[in-house]
């Protein structure tokens, strides 16, 4: 988020779940780097990254159009330069939607108060509450409204003029989000079981605070440079009330501290960025436990994860962009990376007593691209590269004592080792004035990735399973993009994707291990669109922060 590590030490399989903790509606825009594997972003960035990137703001600009005095011709007088915006420049929006759907209602107000090249300051609230989903065969689905707030502000100082400060905030919270397929509230499908838990309910909440200083000097050894500490805070806690009206409340808070550094340098051999980052996560956990009367049972040894727990993720990288020619392109990186976790208090699943140990890993990845132009012109290019990543193990994969897939309870797990991924990548290009268009296709090798295996052994009527690094398999995919400016303020975009992928892991309670499609693969994907912006840019034909012909390969 903001170019912040958004994953931390307790992130689960299935991370759809921390992703919504970001509003939609206080982001700028959303951008998917694809392939750059560990190198850049360290341990979980295997296919790439998603970098939320927030609103900030808005500020009024100098026109850019010159003007000349009254009946002169421009030859006859230099241009004047516009007049320097002075003064407060204040802006703001509203907006409300509401769905029939979910009975759901969300309301959105922000501003923005600046001085061009001095200051700026943003502000945003968000508000929803969703009520229950209707379904056409199933009807009212009981229980699955929730409500949701989101609160983000931005300041932006400018210390001079290729120096600038900013101070950020952005923070979410949910309440009440039912899993209500564990609950008698649920509604059976297609064969699927009702739950026999009375009460099943999650609360999160997360914010992200930072502060960045950035510069771009004329002089010295870089030409730019990024200085961030951030604190990421994030809690979760999960409500349970049993058949017999027992209730328990397991959570955990998890405060992250980051600190990145990062350069940018234009040498004799190409454009060179480098730098380094430190994260360090402080967890508590718990479990308490509630009798049917409501009074206080007892506190378990550890919540979802182990108690009183750190983890510490430190990196340092490079990435150098060499032209080797005036048609081709080398980009050469490599990422040093250093994690270690403590683990406080955890329960051992055979004898029940409080456990702990710590354990620590290194990792060198490498990536190497090339980017070839086929014409003089540079509009048709051809790109190959390989690169490696990897995946340290978390708390989650060390510690965890929860359940897991339906009638299981996972169980902490020792001496786990890094998940290796080699990926090779290779397609065509074309960009022009009216036409942008790529072919991509990819191949992952996946070695040693942690998966769930069962034990054989029976706790409180649930399968034990564990982490081990006992899953080997690949995935591969096609991408197709375009984008066409048929005329002049009308555009036709699509994508299309397919996926593939296999995995060894353990489908069942059983100790037999076989190969089976790779889990959340994406199916087979496309997407068209028409888009029409007015000739003055003031309204356009999709919703869009910016009217502007949408630049998917920008990045690449």
Not at 239 to 252: I, L, N, W
């Amino acid at each position: 988020m903001d170019g912040i590590r958004l994953n931390n030490s307790v992130f689960r399989d299935g991370p759809n779940q921390y992703f919504s903790t970001i509003d939609p509606l206080s982001l700028s825009s959303i951008e998917v780097v694809k392939g750059q594997g560990s190198f850049l972003y360290g341990s979980d960035a295997i296919g790439g990254i998603v970098n939320a990137l927030t609103k900030g703001p808005i500020y009024m600009e100098p026109p850019t159009v010159t003007t000349t005095r009254s009946g002169k011709s421009p030859k006859e007088v230099a241009p004047v330069a516009p007049p320097v915006p002075t003064g407060p420049y204040i802006t703001g929006a509203a907006s409300t939607r509401y769905a029939t759907a979910e009975d759901s209602w969300m309301g959105r107000l922000e501003g923005s108060i600046s001085e061009y090249n001095k200051y700026g300051f943003y502000i945003g609230v968000t508000g929803r509450t969703y009520g229950d989903l209707h379904a056409a065969e199933l009807g009212d689905l009981s229980h699955t409204g929730y409500d949701e707030l989101g609160i983000d502000a931005k300041l932006e100082v400018f210390l001079a003029d290729d120096l600038k400060l900013t101070v950020a905030h952005n923070q979410f919270i949910q309440d009440d989000v039912w899993r209500t397929h564990r609950t008698i509230y649920a509604v059976p499908y297609a064969g699927s079981t009702v739950g026999n838990e009375l009460e099943h309910y999650f609360d999160q909440d997360r914010y992200l605070s930072y502060i960045r200083l950035e510069g771009t000097p004329d002089t010295g050894f870089a030409d730019r440079w990024q200085l961030t500490l951030s604190h990421h805070w994030q809690s979760e806690d999960n409500h349970r009330k049993a058949a017999d009206h027992t209730s328990r409340v397991d959570g955990f808070d998890v405060s992250t501290w980051g600190i990145d550094l990062q350069f940018e340098t234009l040498t004799s051999i190409g454009t060179l960025t480098y730098g380094a980052n430190y994260y360090f996560d402080n967890v508590d956990s718990f479990s308490d436990r509630y009798k049917a009367d409501g009074s206080f049972n007892r506190s378990a040894i550890q919540g979802p994860v182990a108690d009183d727990s750190e983890y510490h993720l430190a990196g340092v990288y490079f990435q150098d962009l060499v032209a080797l020619s005036d048609r081709l392109d080398l980009t050469l990186g490599g990422r040093y990376t250093y994690a270690a976790a403590d683990v406080g208090k955890a329960q051992d699943p055979i004898s029940g007593d409080e456990i702990s140990f710590d354990d620590d890993w290194h990792d060198f990845s490498g990536s190497a691209r090339l980017l070839y132009s086929v014409d003089e012109a540079k509009r048709f290019k051809i790109f190959t590269g390989v690169s490696q990543s990897f995946r340290a193990p978390n708390l989650s994969d060390l510690s965890r004592l929860d359940t897991a897939r339906s009638n299981e309870l996972e169980t902490p797990s020792q001496g786990l080792d890094p998940e290796k991924y080699l990926t090779a990548e290779a397609g065509i290009r074309w960009s022009s004035e009216r036409l942008s268009t790529s072919l991509t296709y990819f191949y992952t090798d996946i070695s040693d990735m942690i998966v769930r295996a069962p034990t054989g052994r029976v706790i409180d009527g649930l399968d034990e399973v564990t982490k081990l690094n006992a899953g080997d398999g690949y995935v591969q995919g096609i991408e197709f993009e375009f984008n066409w400016q048929f005329a002049d303020d009308w555009h036709l975009y699509g994508s299309i994707a397919w996926q593939d992928g296999q995995v060894e892991g353990y489908p069942d309670s059983t100790t037999r291990r076989v190969e089976e499609p790779l889990s959340r693969l994406l199916p087979i994907t496309g997407l068209a669109g028409l888009r029409w912006d007015s000739p003055s840019r003031r309204y356009c034909g999709r919703q869009r922060t910016h009217c502007r012909p949408p630049r998917p390969f920008e990045r690449l």
